[in-house]
């Protein structure tokens, strides 16, 4: 069974930092893009972040660029979120997916993922 498990989400304030892993298990992912993904109270679920199979490739949503930093570990089959500079409006549960197609690049779009993680919360105060 294919499992996407989130953690390190949490309670910060305004300015603070957190970092989001995605452990994968069942399958590895090391040939497939992944992404980071969110949802906020009453809004649609949102494009954060993605990163190539090998790591070299990264992309961001403009509202993350410069203080969020996407990572993987292909060996541990684990992805990462370093948050930094976070705000209120960065409040939402953080969604990890993988691709399972043959995707070279980045990608924003979550019709293209096929596995996701349950989410993890990350509540940011004023």
């Known amino acids: 069974q294919v499992q996407l498990v989130e953690s390190g989400g949490g309670l910060v304030q305004a300015g603070g930092s957190l970092r989001l892993s995605c452990a994968a298990s069942g399958r590895t992912f090391s040939r497939n893009a992944m992404g980071w993904f969110r949802q906020a109270p009453g809004k649609e679920r949102e494009f954060v972040s993605s990163?190539?199979?090998?790591?070299?490739?990264?992309s961001y949503a403009d509202s993350v660029k410069g203080r969020f930093t996407i990572s993987r570990d292909n060996a541990k089959n684990t992805m990462y979120l370093q948050l930094n500079s976070l705000k209120p409006e960065d409040t939402a549960v953080y969604y990890c997916?993988?691709?399972?197609?043959?995707?070279?690049?980045?990608?924003?779009?979550?019709?293209?993922?096929?596995?996701w993680g349950q989410g993890t919360q990350v509540t940011v105060s004023s």
């Open positions: 990163i190539s199979w090998s790591g070299d490739r990264t």
């Open positions: 997916a993988a691709t399972s197609g043959p995707y070279s690049g980045t990608y924003a779009y979550s019709g293209l993922y096929d596995y």
